[in-house]
């Protein structure tokens, strides 16, 4: 059988080795050397563009779990940066240039590899299956190819997200669920601030550090003000903005708070909250920080910071199954950013699973069932399933299938031995 995976990137890469030792021919459309996006320096394949870092090893984390379960499914770039790293703690880093080197080495170590320059989204005939893992800087000229397969409206591209914190971490007793003026249901989360309280918000959250944009991140986010932005155009303005407090009365106090922060549903669970209209361009650390000032969110866990760059993703739940299969052609399979998923393991695992699933269908087998107990599962879940608007996610435990009956203090430790359990048992039950 022949597969045609385009792009090189984490997902592409780990989409081909999948292939390939299940016995397939794949030839691998990368448009390096001919051409390099903005952000990509080298030749080789799978390189990382930003940090050097994998995140957490430690089970303790999602991103920890997410390895763990990579190990089970024979993941390749797991077992490349383990053999490519450097010291980073309980993280997972490499070295960015022996990573890359290696990815491209396993990969031309089979006579069934062939890499190709070219800059194309061709889905036609001639392949039994094409992967698309062209990666979050799609190149432009890609477009119109997916404007044959998706229709006009298809791309997202996410200037700016506010940041997602957990429901188990937010200080309950600070915030008050209310609809503004009592209209229809209490679909929000308040978290209210006195006088005090904003004054010391503000004057934290105009001094605050951001992250330089690179060059070609340039001139994207018009139509979305981050909140700092909005800040330094005077100490009123967010209470007028994302910060209103009109229309909320906070009945446990018995009065109207100065400024609220409004927090929704990232999930149908509840177990995520999202910072409404919090879009931002602050270091992660310190979002951390400033954002904790707001009384309800003092001890709060973030799980998605907010961020702002240019990142081009296909509305998935409208045109992917979880088996990353697009739906209306059922030869051809996404992977990686392109997705909605956000980080390398992300990406990566998206990529096996796509090759996994698109290997098994195309042999006339059951797609496998990741369960949305693992995080790799709960990843299918969310390219698949709509749920209001749509954005990219990575590795949490808000996403997994919630434990409401464990202890809180015992459930990371209690979703990571489920997971794990599962994983290995959806190993051995599909055969994988």
Not at 135 to 162: K, M, N
Not at 244 to 262: H, I, N, S, T
């Amino acid at each position: 059988m022949k597969a045609k995976v385009i792009g090189g990137g984490f997902a592409g890469c780990e989409a081909c080795y999948q292939l390939l030792k299940r016995g397939w021919e794949v030839t691998l459309a990368e448009m390096k050397p001919l051409k390099k996006s903005p952000a990509h320096t080298m030749d080789t394949l799978c390189e990382p563009v930003c940090s050097n870092s994998f995140k957490s090893e430690d089970l303790s984390t999602a991103s920890g779990v997410l390895k763990g379960e990579m190990k089970l499914l024979d993941s390749l770039v797991v077992r490349v940066a383990e053999k490519t790293r450097v010291p980073a703690g309980n993280a997972l880093a490499v070295d960015r240039y022996a990573f890359s080197q290696e990815m491209t080495e396993q990969l031309q170590k089979f006579s069934a590899f062939t890499r190709v320059a070219e800059v194309t989204c061709d889905v036609e005939k001639g392949f039994d299956v094409t992967i698309v893992a062209t990666g979050p800087l799609t190149d432009e000229a890609l477009i119109p190819a997916f404007r044959q397969l998706f229709g006009s409206d298809f791309l997202y591209f996410f200037d700016a997200v506010a940041p997602i914190v957990t429901a188990d971490s937010i200080d309950y007793d600070s915030a008050f669920s209310a609809s503004r003026y009592g209209k229809g249901s209490a679909d929000y989360l308040n978290c209210p601030m006195d006088k005090q309280q904003y004054d010391e918000f503000y004057d934290a959250l105009v001094a605050a550090q951001t992250v330089p944009l690179k060059q070609f991140e340039n001139n994207v986010f018009e139509g979305c003000m981050p909140i700092e932005v909005m800040a330094k155009r005077g100490k009123d303005t967010m209470r007028f903005g994302p910060l209103r407090p009109v229309g909320l009365f906070d009945e446990r106090k018995g009065e109207k708070p100065y400024a609220v922060l409004q927090l929704r549903k990232e999930n149908r669970e509840g177990t995520l909250y999202n910072l409404v209209g919090f879009q931002t361009n602050l270091r992660y650390g310190e979002q951390k920080r400033v954002f904790s000032l707001i009384p309800a969110l003092k001890e709060a866990e973030f799980v998605r910071y907010g961020v702002m760059h240019r990142n081009t993703y296909i509305n998935a739940p409208k045109f992917l199954n979880s088996a990353f299969q697009l739906k209306s052609r059922p030869d051809v399979f996404f992977a990686g950013q392109i997705t909605g998923v956000e980080g390398y393991m992300e990406s990566a695992v998206s990529g096996l699973v796509s090759a996994i699933q698109a290997d098994r269908i195309a042999k006339g087998l059951p797609a496998a069932v990741f369960p949305d107990t693992t995080v790799t599962g709960a990843l299918c879940r969310h390219v698949s399933e709509d749920y209001g608007e749509y954005v990219p996610m990575n590795a949490n435990f808000g996403i997994l299938r919630p434990m409401h009956e464990v202890k809180k203090a015992l459930r990371k430790q209690a979703y990571a031995q489920r997971a794990l359990q599962d994983m290995s048992d959806t190993v051995k039950n599909f055969a994988l």
